[in-house]
């Protein structure tokens, strides 16, 4: 299958500062790219989808000037969370996908905000 | 929107048992439902997955049936192993999996004892 690579795979960050994450696919190009957030032992949820050279699409309850999305190329695509606080630290995961194919996933980002 | 439910949450089986898990999704229109592995601290895997043209697919030791009637699809593994051990994701999307985001299901710990 089609590789999405995330980086870094974790980080840690005081409260108040911004982290940003990348998600990139590797050997195919991504029209569409998709950003989760994972809790311990819960469910993955769509936080945005975006379309390369468009602005990102936010799930209800998501704050786009908290979690700025960046979908720049085919092939890349980041998501910084502004001054975050200890409740944003989470698993953050990238999804990416050509039209109307299945969606790859990254291996995530353990983000702790401390 | 769509909402999908999974169960059971964990589910312990004897190594060589067969294990299933089921679940049920709210909106008709869905017509794409992939199942994901995953293992601690990594992002989801796909293992397979099922349109809604087809009620049947299996792969090796995994199987998949939708019942698009009842809005319900289950995943099947047989002959399982240490190895099968992960948290497993059922999830549902409109478009095929390419376009719009995923809908997942709360998970299922699945636990092979040996």
């Known amino acids: 299958g089609a590789v999405v690579s995330q980086h870094p795979s974790w980080v840690i960050c005081k409260s108040g500062t911004s982290v940003k994450i990348e998600c990139r696919s590797l050997d195919f190009q991504a029209t569409t790219m998709f950003w989760y957030r994972q809790f311990p032992k819960q469910s993955l949820m769509l936080m945005a989808t975006?379309?390369?050279?468009?602005?990102?699409?936010?799930e209800q309850g998501v704050e786009k000037d908290k979690f700025l999305i960046n979908h720049a190329s085919l092939t890349l695509s980041t998501l910084t969370v502004t001054s975050a606080h200890p409740e944003d630290s989470s698993f953050y995961i990238c999804?990416?996908?050509?039209?109307?194919?299945?969606?790859?996933f990254g291996q995530g980002t353990r983000l702790t905000v401390v | 929107g769509e909402n999908v439910e999974q169960h059971p949450s964990t589910l312990s089986v004897q190594e060589g048992d067969s294990a299933v898990i089921k679940c049920t999704y709210s909106?008709?229109?869905?017509?794409?439902f992939p199942w994901y592995k995953q293992e601690l601290g990594k992002g989801p895997q796909l293992i397979i997955d099922?349109?809604?043209?087809?009620g049947e697919k299996k792969d090796q030791r995994i199987a998949v049936t939708l019942n698009k009637t009842a809005k319900h699809f289950s995943l099947h593994i047989t002959e399982t192993q240490p190895e099968d051990s992960a948290v497993y994701f059922c999830?549902?999307?409109?478009?095929?999996?390419?376009?719009?985001?995923?809908?997942f299901g709360k998970g299922t710990h699945l636990i092979i004892q040996p």
């Open positions: 999804s990416a996908s050509q039209t109307g194919s299945e969606a790859f």
């Open positions: 975006s379309n390369e050279g468009s602005k990102a699409t936010y």
């Open positions: 099922i349109r809604s043209n087809v």
């Open positions: 999830a549902a999307s409109y478009s095929g999996g390419g376009a719009d985001g995923l809908t």
């Open positions: 909106d008709s229109a869905s017509n794409y």
